[in-house]
């Protein structure tokens, strides 16, 4: 039997086959196979002798971004290496603004976080949220989300988290504040990897792009006098990723590498729409190192448009996504799934078969990936 799933295994990893399952009626599943990407049906994965692996995807992203940031990272995941099956689980918060549209679709295609902690999970991702208040504990979601983190500190092997969720958690478990930057830090950006002993960062490229979009910063020296390693980080970006004390435990990123190609210029546009109705008073600049020459002739163009629209008081009908459309360059993608490949494989060496429990039997929670004795 041993033989035969490690048979199995290697076909798949051969094959080139996806081991993401469609558990559930997620609309993001179709979504994802409609885009030319293998999804596995529940039967067919219940016949495969494969491990799985079950991860929880917070996602506190707000409405507009909800189900484009759910397929990103489940995109992200999906693409990985094919050393399991990967289940899924999209959960939220209480606290929130919503409206009745998406809490009907969490409703509907969620999982309930208290049905999670009853069946465990082997890792967990947390995604970034919009803020309304100077403190972050000041944020009505800011009790529930602590409360996802102690449970999870206690019962998954890793976290992985984004953008605003690593302020929070930087903030609660090493009281680090995040300190306002002079001007939103927006584009794409290159960096280098400080650490490339690390097995997070096992063959990937030295040098990568990242996209960032933040008005928040921690820095390498904040991270530093914490005990905590940084792992990536730019001159002009700042600190992409870190961790730790114990390498792996909880993994921290402040930059975007689950961002479609178009993910900024659709920011962008939201920006310009807003400038153009005389909700912002200036107009928004460019995202760094994102437009090529000629894509940035189009954007200028469209700004032209829309201060006319702003001083008429006509309609702003911008073509800004038909014209850019093929102009722009990912240039992050493989870096990105490279990154959460090495996760993911890293998770699934600690982890309990069982999971319900946090690490296989031997390994040390205060040093997981055995990398003291090194």
Same mark, same amino acid.
């Given at each position: 039997?041993?033989?035969?799933?490690?048979?199995?295994?290697?076909?798949?990893?051969?094959?080139?086959?996806?081991?993401?399952?469609? #558990?559930?009626?997620?609309?993001?599943?179709?979504?994802?196979?409609?885009?030319?990407?293998?999804?596995?049906?529940?039967?067919?994965?219940?016949?495969?002798?494969?491990?799985?692996? $079950?991860?929880?995807?917070?996602?506190?992203?707000?409405?507009?971004?909800?189900?484009? =940031?759910? %397929?990103?990272?489940?995109?992200?995941?999906?693409?990985?290496?094919?050393?399991? !099956?990967?289940?899924?689980?999209?959960?939220?918060?209480?606290?929130?603004?919503?409206?009745?549209?998406?809490?009907?679709?969490?409703?509907?295609?969620?999982?309930?976080?208290? =049905?999670?902690?009853?069946?465990?999970?082997?890792?967990?991702?947390?995604?970034?949220?919009?803020?309304?208040?100077?403190?972050?504990?000041?944020?009505?979601?800011?009790?529930?989300?602590?409360? *996802?983190?102690?449970?999870?500190?206690?019962?998954?092997?890793?976290?992985?988290?984004?953008?605003?969720?690593?302020?929070?958690?930087?903030?609660?478990?090493?009281?680090?504040?995040?300190?306002?930057?002079?001007?939103? @830090?927006?584009?794409?950006?290159?960096?280098? *990897?400080?650490?490339?002993? $690390?097995?997070?960062?096992?063959?990937?490229? =030295?040098?990568?792009?990242?996209?960032?979009?933040?008005?928040?910063?921690?820095? @390498?020296?904040?991270?530093?006098?914490?005990?905590?390693?940084?792992?990536?980080?730019?001159?002009?970006?700042?600190?992409?990723?870190?961790?730790?004390?114990?390498?792996?435990?909880?993994?921290?990123?402040?930059? #975007?590498?689950?961002?479609?190609?178009?993910?900024?210029?659709?920011?962008? %546009?939201?920006?310009?729409?807003?400038?153009?109705?005389?909700?912002?008073?200036?107009?928004?600049?460019?995202?760094? #190192?994102?437009?090529?020459?000629?894509?940035?002739?189009?954007?200028?163009?469209?700004?032209?448009?829309?201060?006319?629209?702003?001083? =008429?008081?006509?309609?702003?009908?911008?073509?800004?996504? !038909?014209?850019?459309?093929?102009?722009?360059?990912?240039?992050?993608?493989?870096?990105?799934?490279?990154?959460?490949?090495?996760?993911?494989?890293?998770?699934?060496?600690?982890?309990?078969?069982?999971?319900? !429990?946090?690490?296989?039997?031997?390994?040390?929670?205060?040093?997981?990936?055995?990398?003291?004795?090194?």
């Amino acid at each position: 039997m041993l033989f035969w799933a490690r048979y199995k295994l290697l076909s798949s990893l051969r094959s080139g086959n996806m081991p993401l399952v469609e #558990h559930s009626k997620l609309p993001a599943f179709a979504q994802l196979r409609a885009q030319g990407h293998e999804v596995l049906s529940l039967d067919r994965a219940e016949h495969q002798d494969i491990r799985e692996l $079950h991860i929880g995807f917070l996602n506190m992203m707000p409405d507009a971004a909800l189900q484009a =940031t759910e %397929r990103q990272f489940i995109r992200l995941v999906g693409g990985c290496n094919r050393i399991a !099956q990967f289940f899924v689980y999209p959960f939220s918060l209480p606290g929130l603004p919503r409206s009745a549209q998406t809490l009907d679709y969490i409703e509907q295609y969620y999982s309930d976080f208290e =049905t999670l902690r009853e069946e465990g999970l082997d890792a967990l991702i947390i995604t970034g949220a919009n803020v309304a208040n100077p403190s972050l504990q000041q944020e009505p979601f800011w009790d529930p989300l602590i409360e *996802v983190v102690n449970w999870a500190q206690d019962n998954v092997v890793s976290i992985l988290c984004s953008c605003l969720a690593t302020h929070a958690l930087l903030k609660h478990l090493h009281g680090i504040d995040r300190q306002p930057l002079p001007d939103k @830090r927006w584009g794409v950006f290159s960096h280098r *990897v400080s650490t490339p002993e $690390h097995p997070l960062l096992r063959e990937i490229n =030295t040098r990568f792009d990242i996209p960032h979009s933040r008005y928040n910063d921690i820095s @390498r020296e904040q991270l530093e006098a914490a005990g905590l390693p940084v792992l990536v980080d730019s001159r002009e970006g700042g600190v992409h990723l870190a961790a730790s004390s114990d390498q792996f435990r909880v993994i921290y990123m402040q930059g #975007h590498p689950e961002y479609d190609v178009a993910s900024l210029l659709k920011e962008y %546009r939201r920006e310009l729409i807003r400038f153009a109705s005389g909700e912002l008073e200036t107009a928004p600049p460019f995202p760094e #190192h994102y437009f090529g020459d000629q894509a940035q002739e189009y954007a200028a163009a469209q700004l032209q448009r829309a201060l006319q629209a702003r001083t =008429t008081g006509a309609a702003f009908d911008d073509t800004l996504e !038909q014209d850019l459309a093929g102009l722009l360059d990912n240039t992050w993608g493989d870096t990105a799934k490279a990154v959460i490949n090495n996760w993911l494989g890293l998770v699934y060496r600690v982890t309990n078969i069982d999971r319900k !429990q946090q690490f296989m039997p031997g390994v040390d929670p205060e040093d997981p990936l055995g990398l003291k004795e090194k």
